[in-house]
Nanobody, 126 residues
Framework: QVQLVESGGGSVQAGGSLRLSCVASGRTFSNYAMGWFRQAPGKERGFVAAVGWSGGRASYADSAKGRFTISRDNAKNTVYLQMNSLKPEDTAAYYC???????????????????WGQGTQVIVSS
């Protein structure tokens, strides 16, 4: 089992920045692809960004490209999501997810992730 705990959410004005963190416990962190997904009220959970296992490449949703950066620190069992130039449409609950040895072709697919955090809320006001 892998336990994931997100933090770093909050309320910001449009144009501001937030950094989300997700700490994992349990198994060998470097063997897990890590993803960030978000869900706004009344909408389905959608892909934001992901990073492959063992130094694999990062992948981003079109809405996140150029504004968000995902990174991981295997020594700290932590994945980060740096969010800049935030927009009101970024308002959502953000979830961290993990999947062991996930091929890069599947990084954007929430159904491929086995473990999920409880979520952290991001509110961006105009």
């Amino acid at each position: 089992q892998v336990q994931l705990v997100e933090s770093g959410g909050g309320s910001v004005q449009a144009g501001g920045s937030l950094r989300l963190s997700c700490v994992a416990s349990g198994r060998t962190f470097s063997n897990y692809a890590m993803g960030w997904f978000r869900q706004a009220p009344g909408k389905e959970r959608g892909f934001v960004a992901a990073v492959g296992w063992s130094g694999g490449r990062a992948s981003y949703a079109d809405s996140a490209k150029g504004r968000f950066t995902i990174s991981r620190d295997n020594a700290k069992n932590t994945v980060y999501l740096q969010m800049n130039s935030l927009k009101p449409e970024d308002t959502a609950a953000y979830y961290c997810a993990a999947s062991a040895l996930l091929p890069s072709a599947f990084l954007a697919m929430p159904e491929k992730y086995n473990f999920w955090g409880q979520g952290t809320q991001v509110i961006v006001s105009s």
